[in-house]
């Protein structure tokens, strides 16, 4: 009897980091696209770090912090090429392999515009090899790598909507609640529930007055800026929130 195979990833993920909803149907979309490792990625709310898999372990450890505390990558499974020539024997853990990436999401720090940070990778600490941006400490001589955060505050985007109004909109799996919350309400993560107009499509058509707004969704109970709208701001607590201009 053939096994039908649903998703296309297995992600292994323990718990939610800091800010970042290392669960949300954002996040997952994220890790599906990634085609090898590469140099450290911006999120919405923080950054992506990943190494290759034929590492035993890779760890992450952050100049803020003292390098007192250090971060695990996790590794990223996928469904054979092939699931009909899993071992049936072995069961459905069989029917995955290795991507070939290993990954860990940080949040950008409240504060802070950049983060220094090193590797320890199968136990020896080193720069990120696969990020050429790195500084030399003066006081030890050894060097961090180095990602600096990109500049969010912009010119507020303006939407094609009609005129006293603004259309938020939404992708995320049928049948679920997505809210928006704003300073237009509050910040309530309650008061607007977007509609599923088509399968997977959320929207929602808010009568607002002329002038610049900040906004994020909650899906799942987690709270994450606009994917569609590319400029961001920072609030008061450091989270990254949406920006647009109503006209």
Same mark, same amino acid.
């Given at each position: 009897? +053939?096994r039908f195979i649903i998703p296309m990833f297995l992600v292994f993920i323990i718990g939610t980091i800091g800010a970042l909803d290392t669960e949300s149907y954002q996040f997952i979309?994220? #890790? %599906?696209?990634? +085609? !090898?490792? @590469? +140099?450290?990625?911006? %999120?919405?709310?923080?950054? #992506? =770090?990943?190494?290759?898999?034929?590492? &035993?372990?890779? $760890?992450?450890?952050? !100049?803020?912090? @003292? =390098?007192?505390?250090?971060?695990?990558?996790?590794?990223?499974?996928?469904?054979?090429?092939?699931?009909? !020539?899993?071992?049936?024997? +072995?069961?459905?853990?069989?029917?995955?392999?290795?991507? $070939?990436?290993?990954f860990y999401a940080h949040p950008f720090p409240p504060g802070e515009r950049e983060l220094e940070y090193r590797l320890i990778i199968d136990g020896l600490w080193t720069v990120d090899?696969?990020?050429?941006?790195? &500084?030399?400490?003066?006081?030890?001589?050894?060097?961090?790598?180095?990602?600096? /955060?990109?500049?969010?505050?912009?010119?507020?985007? !303006? =939407?094609?909507?009609?005129?006293?109004?603004?259309?938020?909109?939404? &992708? *995320?799996?049928?049948?679920?609640?997505?809210?928006?919350?704003?300073?237009?309400?509050?910040?309530?993560?309650?008061?607007?529930?977007?509609?599923?107009?088509?399968?997977? #499509?959320?929207?929602?058509? %808010?009568? #607002?007055?002329?002038?610049?707004?900040?906004?994020? /969704?909650?899906?799942? @109970?987690?709270?994450?800026?606009?994917?569609?709208?590319?400029?961001? *701001?920072?609030?008061?607590?450091?989270?990254?929130?949406?920006?647009?201009?109503?006209?």
């Open positions: 009897m +053939k979309d994220h #890790l %599906l696209r990634l +085609k !090898a490792p @590469g +140099k450290p990625e911006f %999120l919405d709310n923080g950054v #992506l =770090f990943t190494a290759p898999s034929r590492f &035993r372990s890779v $760890g992450i450890a952050f !100049a803020h912090e @003292g =390098f007192a505390k250090v971060y695990w990558f996790q590794k990223l499974m996928k469904v054979r090429d092939d699931p009909e !020539a899993a071992n049936p024997k +072995k069961g459905d853990a069989d029917l995955y392999q290795d991507s $070939g990436i290993l090899p696969l990020n050429p941006l790195r &500084r030399m400490d003066e006081r030890s001589g050894i060097y961090r790598s180095v990602v600096i /955060f990109p500049e969010i505050r912009q010119t507020p985007a !303006a =939407f094609d909507s009609p005129p006293g109004t603004f259309s938020f909109t939404y &992708r *995320a799996p049928s049948g679920e609640t997505v809210t928006v919350a704003g300073d237009f309400n509050g910040w309530d993560p309650f008061m607007y529930e977007l509609r599923e107009i088509a399968p997977e #499509l959320y929207s929602l058509v %808010l009568p #607002l007055p002329p002038g610049t707004y900040r906004y994020v /969704f909650y899906h799942r @109970g987690r709270r994450f800026s606009d994917p569609n709208n590319p400029v961001k *701001a920072y609030n008061s607590s450091g989270e990254v929130v949406s920006e647009a201009v109503v006209r």
